[in-house]
């Protein structure tokens, strides 16, 4: 279920959302991923409980020229960015704790 602040992405609107907001969440995810998966409910958590970060998801599938250029080297990998800068990455499944803390600080 998606929250008024999740939205999917291409590189154009990735960008935007980024230059645009005060803290965004990137979910770089693939629908074949297992942990992708596992984690959506958690991103959903995520959403609700923190409404005014703007969390992106792009589908690496459809959007595979974004992964080099965001260092993504493997699926899934959360990216948080501040004022436009990238402040924290988390790969691979993480603890729902470790990414509010991602948010947080």
């Given at each position: 279920m998606d929250s008024e602040n999740i939205i999917h992405a291409d590189g154009t609107a990735l960008k935007?959302?980024?230059?645009a907001?005060?803290?965004?969440l990137v979910d770089f995810?693939?629908?074949?991923c297992a942990?992708?998966?596992a984690m959506a409910p958690l991103i959903d958590r995520?959403?609700?409980?923190?409404?005014?970060?703007?969390?992106?998801?792009v589908d690496a599938e459809r959007h595979e020229d974004l992964l080099s250029e965001y260092e993504v080297q493997s699926l899934p990998?959360?990216?948080?960015y501040r004022s436009g800068m990238r402040v924290e990455q988390l790969r691979?499944?993480?603890?729902?704790t470790l990414m509010q803390?991602?948010?947080?600080?």
């Open positions: 935007q959302a980024i230059s907001n005060e803290v965004v995810w693939a629908s074949w942990p992708c998966r995520l959403a609700s409980e923190f409404p005014a970060v703007k969390i992106i998801k990998t959360l990216q948080v691979g499944k993480v603890p729902y803390r991602a948010l947080q600080n």
